[in-house]
Structures are given as structure tokens and as C-alpha cells.
């Protein structure tokens, strides 16, 4: 089974909605500038007002450590995904603390896939590098790096993925999970557009199933 993230969430609303079509987990952004950042009372409320399933992750770019974790307890943390500069001791001083980590790795060639050794405790994200930009920007990336990326661990794709195209990607990468923001909204900048949340998730799985029965 693939899991499914949605990224950027910024109401109760779209939060509720993604969770009921069957997402896994759901990010929370704390990246101060960019469109889609929540104030930690604001994130706080959309992580008490859903069930209790869904794992909370938080996204962070060249945060300190201790303020990570304090936003993590307050708001109801399960994972920090790092965009930045962030070493493995970083990452190794949450994940002592009892928050998974996530490594974001924004692929420019086969040198950033080496880059996934440097972090063996955490989850890896591969994302698509932008200048200027540290993610949700809808751009995709060479899938044949994230595919034999997929084949030394498990990893979440992301970068550009939508409905139109999560199918291909799941079956040319098989990765362990995916991941979507701007892929999943409307018209309107940080609003998820329901009908293209659900059609993300019915379409990564139903590829998933395709590759299960092939196998067979």
C-alpha cells in the first residue's frame, strides 16, 4: 500500500477532508515567507480539531532544533520534514527526542541521491530543485534518479505530482510514498480543491494495485 501525504495544508477544512479520502498523513508548514505558512495557534487548531489518525507533519527550513520540537509538542507533532541545510545531528538530536524526521533532498543529479547515505535514520523526501525555491512549486524532476533512488531504500516522491500524472509516477518509481500541494489546489493558493485531493489518492493507489496484480 502507498501512502499518501498532502502538503500545505492550511484549514480544518481542507485537513478533514484529505483525512476522509484517505490520505496518510498531512503537512503543516512553518516556513516563514512562503504562501502556505501557518502560525503555530493556527496549526495547533487544525491538528486538535481532526481524529485522532493521520500522522502531523511539520515543515521546517533551517530551524534550530529546540524550536522545532517546542512547535512539534505544542501543535501535536508525529514528524518535522527538513527543507534546508540541516545535518544528520540535527536530525539525530529530534529523533532522540521522539519526533521521526523526514530529510528532504532537492535532486539536482545523481550527486543528491548520494546525499541519502548521509541520513540513515530518517525518512528521505525527494523533491525538485528550484533556485530560489524550497518546494511546492510544481515542478517535476528526472524520475529515472528517483526510481534508482527507490531501489536502495524506501523513499516519498514529490515535486510537481498531481492527478494527471501520480499514476505514472508510482509506476515508474515505486516509491514508498507521495507526496502533493499545489498539485491538489484550485484557483485559490493554499486551498486544497476536494476533487482533485481525492482524484490524487484514487489514482496513486489504484496504480499501486495495477503493479500488485502485474505481479501476480
Known sequence: M???KICGVTTVEDAEFALEA???????????????????????????????FGTRVGIFVNERSEHVMEIARRVGLDAAQLHGDETPEDC????????RVIRALRVKGPETIAQ?????????LLDAYVKGALGGTGETF????????????????????????VGEAVRGVQPYGVDSSSGVEGAVLGRK?????????E??????SELEEMRR
Not at 503543516?28 to 503555530?40: A, Q, W
Request: one cysteine or more; charged letters at 25%.
Open 193 to 201: 480543491e476536494p476533487g482533485r485531493t481525492l482524484s490524487f489518492i
Open 142 to 165: 528526472d524520475w529515472e534518479l528517483a526510481r534508482q533512488a527507490a531501489v536502495a531504500r524506501p523513499i516519498i516522491l514529490s515535486g510537481g505530482l498531481k492527478p494527471e500524472n
Open 2 to 4: 502507498i501512502r499518501v
Open 203 to 208: 489514482n496513486a493507489r489504484a496504480a499501486i
Open 22 to 52: 484517505g490520505a496518510d498523513a498531512l503537512g503543516l508548514n512553518f516556513v516563514p515567507g512562503t504562501p502556505r505558512c501557518l502560525e503555530v495557534e493556527q496549526a495547533r487548531e487544525i491538528s486538535e480539531a481532526l481524529a485522532p
Open 92 to 99: 539525530r538530536w529530534l529523533i532522540e527526542r521522539g519526533l
Open 116 to 124: 541519502m547515505d548521509v541520513f540513515p535514520d530518517c525518512a528521505i
